[in-house]
């Protein structure tokens, strides 16, 4: 029974990562997985039995039918209504006008692009070299990785 808790467990936290969630960090904009969280019985401590349920009661969300397994479908079902829940949000974030467009003017905040630029362009040349985009990409890479959010 522990055995199939924890794969449980495990199988959870692969669907929370695949939707966009990172497990240890939590959804910045959805139900938080912290430590509070977890520790169900609200006794400053977190066992292994209160992750294993924690894991058990992730993968019965997305378990549609009941049956204790994870089919494809069923993982593509809780990925695209996580795509949706995160795009609903950058839509309310950035249609400013509320018109339920975005413009390019919407999507780039004042001098977001100049401050992207700038950052990128490490010489200050005005011109961002092959190596000053690569060394930006990897930079914003490893922010996203990280759970930072850059520009």
Do not use: C, W, Y
Request: hydrophobic content about 40%.
């Amino acid at each position: 029974m522990k055995n199939t808790v924890f794969i449980a467990l495990i199988a959870a936290t692969s669907i929370s990562l695949a939707a966009g969630s990172a497990f240890a960090k939590g959804d910045r904009h959805g139900a938080p997985i912290d430590f509070e969280t977890l520790d169900s019985d609200g006794d400053g401590r977190v066992t292994l039995e209160e992750m294993q349920a924690h894991g058990a009661a992730r993968l019965a969300k997305v378990d549609a039918d009941g049956d204790g397994f994870l089919t494809l479908p069923e993982i593509e079902a809780a990925a695209s209504e996580r795509a949706k829940q995160r795009a609903s949000r950058m839509m309310n974030r950035l249609d400013a006008d509320e018109d339920g467009k975005i413009s390019t003017e919407e999507l780039e905040s004042p001098g977001r692009a100049e401050r992207r630029f700038q950052r990128a362009d490490k010489d200050g040349d005005g011109a961002v070299t092959k190596a000053e985009f690569d060394a930006a990409i990897a930079k914003m890479r490893k922010h996203h990785k990280g759970g930072a959010r850059s520009e």
